[in-house]
């Protein structure tokens, strides 16, 4: 079988490669943080491309577009995960730079998907 459907979408592309990234510093997280925020932020960016995954599947484009909105949400939150990061010392500001212009772009490459599900709607009326 060599159907890629999602795993072809930009956004996912980018999201699936922040949710790898955020596992990775969210490893370096105190202990005591465990059940706290590492399993916020974790939970949060994997939420990213599982909302992308369904809502593709979904085939409808209200269901799509309303998954694809979760989506952005997560990464908005794993942004908001990030700030307290920095704010308790967990990471430093050029790391919160970077991943916040991560976070940036998926959110960018979301809401372009968006825009396509509503351009292709009104296309179909």
């Given at each position: 079988m060599n159907y890629k459907g999602y795993k072809e979408l930009e956004s996912y592309i980018k999201a699936r490669e922040?949710?790898?990234e955020i596992s990775?510093?969210?490893?370096h997280f105190p202990?005591?943080?465990?059940?706290?925020l590492t399993n916020q932020i974790i939970r949060?960016?994997?939420s990213i491309t599982a909302n992308i995954a369904e809502g593709y599947g979904r085939y409808t484009?209200?269901?799509?577009?309303?998954f694809f909105i979760i989506a952005r949400g997560s990464a908005t939150e794993t942004m908001e995960h990030?700030?307290?990061?920095?704010?308790?010392?967990?990471?430093?500001?050029?790391?919160?730079r970077i991943f916040e212009l991560k976070c940036e772009?998926?959110?960018k490459l979301i809401?372009?998907?968006?825009?396509?599900?509503?351009?292709?709607?009104?296309?179909?009326?």
């Open positions: 922040l949710r790898i990775e510093i969210a490893k202990s005591t943080e465990k059940f706290l949060s960016s994997r484009y209200t269901d799509t577009k309303n990030l700030t307290t990061a920095f704010d308790e010392k967990f990471i430093t500001d050029e790391t919160l772009t998926v959110i809401n372009g998907y968006i825009n396509y599900l509503d351009k292709s709607k009104a296309i179909k009326k």
